[in-house]
């Protein structure tokens, strides 16, 4: 029997010997499609190359699709576990063309793939065609299907649609006939509800192109849009009439039944049928990086958490379990979604805090629940403000009751239960208005009302796509926007961060089909992101998609000042005790501020041994990691909270900086752990350089800090502003003490200038923030390590000569230093190489290609320079070629 991974594989394998690239799924967070809150189909990651708006180097692509419905207009939650074919989390198999081939090969590549290498029974097999497709129907007939079971369908069952307007076309279906022992009908008759007749696969032709006004013209690209659920074509090929009787779902569920120690097959089946599927849906959205919360795609994941958790507690168990059944899935899914092994202990440690959270209001709110029901006639719905105190005291979501209660064959008063939802909205708004906020402040909850809250996206992309929501300016909304207009666009889903903890908003663009805005600011109201911005290009109107960029060299100076500020507080509390806390703090692309609880000034040798620890761990370069946890959770490991923060149910922990023996963080190494919902750098050499400008008083017992980091710190290092304001301070000193000063100030400069250049010179072995991680090859028996740096002076390239010999030990160096688009080269050569090999040679070999003439030195070390860096690939070809002649 073929298992799921098998038939995935032999899908895939089919159509790329048939000329198709095998394209890896993409995330369940789709990026060019604002209108889904989860990937749902196949050709999701495929839309902008059906609307030509995007080319890639295939026209043929097959995919092996996750895919996610449990939330808006695609929600199947409901159903799952209680039907044989509905599931929360699927695999959809996919072949598409992009103006490639059309119906005259989409079919047979269809019917060879399942009649030959699937082997199904054709006499089990019938198709189904639009109406007036006489093509796809005589196609049909020619790959040997009788006419009497190619059924033409006349509804839009059979016609697909982007949308009111836009790509368009007929589909054609392949349903399996179970056999007369299974009730129901073939696809359009009274009984095609029914489970004997079942669809496998559908194609979408996508020929026409459809306008408002209800006309359509051919495409000039026709194409192809393939579909079929691997679950449903796994229980066909494994003798199965329920997806979850195959062999990856049969395994998920009797890992749950060993968890539980209960029957797989017993009376309380339903049960683990819930959570497998649950399972592999909230495994796959953590690893795709959504997490539990109260809004947008957490609220949906929680939804699916809670209700598996749920049905883990009838089956009995006293202790969570979903984490407990991660190894298992891994083990099914893990080669076909290298992402999930990645993230397993990432989905491990999130569902068993959601568990462990859920268990303590679980039993109170099923309590509740009994109560309630007891005051009731046996068949009386429950009453929906019965149904909201439960949501909005216990976190049960509405479904998640209605589940309950459906076991008991009882239902929701839903009316009522939407009457309290508004009825408590109404009390938020009115809170609101009177905390003193601007006048219009009530416009932004009647928005998020009505399109619910904005998503953040920021934390792993800097672009994504949205869809205006609306358009605000002076407290009204507006239909439209022209050049020159100033206000607030609020868009479902952005990436922009909005000013919070101590960070600054995010700026950039926001970019139509029909105009272009500039975002000057951004900021966050009843969970409502403002892009502040400015129309600088054609108009904006709600509804339309948007292409959402943030200004990337900003927002990196911004993450590179907010990591320095959680190394700043961890090295202030090291030197001058735990009472330190966080009091304010302000991280701006030009500079960083930190306030801090300390009652007298730091002398300077404290702070110069605060500005020399926090730059060893900058030098570390040790990766800055996240992870969500609840507050108590993150408090329990010494995370330090920042002052003046609301936390709700989930906070993020930053860590960064690995110190052996430190006491402190998830390993007993992490040096500074934080509670933080701010960007951070992927790794402390991002920040490249810490200089604190001095401390002064902020308020009584509260300390400031200034400080610069990356090019800011490097370009105040090598000015003179600093030497130059502590002469002038000196000016009524006597000339003995000016001299001294003087001289003092020089050793400092000279200090200073050389930890510059031990930092470039660290930053460039390491790789820095910018560069890759030195490599080495092996050319002709030599070993060889070339490279071009940003960064570093010419004069530096000596110094990272010998070092790099010596880590080689024997072999050859060539090191190309970008100076302003000019390049500086060096190449050195080990002593027990110079007899076969010069350093001299390799330089004017590089230079030449570099633009320039000569260079000279010795055999163990030379030097020369060119007009144009840019062409420093083949100047280190031309080294390699001087090795190979050697």
Known sequence: MASLNDIRSTFLDYFKRNGHQIVASSPLVPRNDPTLMFTNSGMVQFKNLFLGLEHRDYTRATTAQKCVRAGGKHNDLDNVGYTARHHTFFEMLGNFSFGDYFKSEAIPFAWELITRDFGIDKSRLLTTVYHTDDEAFALWKKVGVPEDRIIRIATSDNFWQMGPTGPCGPCTEIFYDHGDHIWGGPPGSAD???????????????????????????????????????????????????NYDTDLMRALIEASAHAASVDPDGPKNIHHRVIADHLRSCSFLIADGVMPSNEGRGYVLRRIMRRAMRHAHLLGTKDPMMHKLVPALVTQMGQAYPELGRAQALITETLRLEEERFRTTLDRGLKLLEDELAQLPVDAALPGEAAFKLYDTYGFPLDLTQDALREKGRAVDTSGFDAAMDAQKAKARAAWAGSGEAADAAIWFDLADKGGPSEFLGYDTEIAEGQITALVRDGAVQDRAVVGTQLAIIVNQTPFYAESGGQVGDTGMIKTATGVARVNDTKKVAGLFLHMAEVVEGELQPGQGAELIVDHARRADIRANHSATHLLHEALRRALGDHVAQRGSLNAPDRLRFDFSHAKALSAEELAHVEIEVNDFIRQNSPVETRIMTPDAARELGAQALFGEKYGDEVRVVSMGSQAGSGKGMDGQTYSLELCGGTHVRHTGDIGLFVALGDSASSSGVRRIEALTGPSALAYLTSQDRRMQALSQEMNATAAEVLERVRILKDERKRLENEVAQLRRQLAMAGGADQAAPAVDSVNGIAFHAQALGGVTARDLAGLIDDHKARLGSGAVLLIADTGGKAAVAAGVTDDLTGRLSAVDLVRAAVAELGGQGGGGRADFAQGGGKDVANAPAAITAAHNVLKGV
């Open 192 to 242: 095609e509800d029914g489970d004997r007749f079942i669809e496998i696969w559908n194609v979408v032709f996508m020929q026409n192109e459809q306008f408002a006004d209800g006309t359509m013209r051919p495409l000039d690209m026709q194409s192809i849009d393939t579909g079929m659920g691997l679950e449903r074509i796994g229980a066909l090929l494994q003798g199965k009439h329920d």
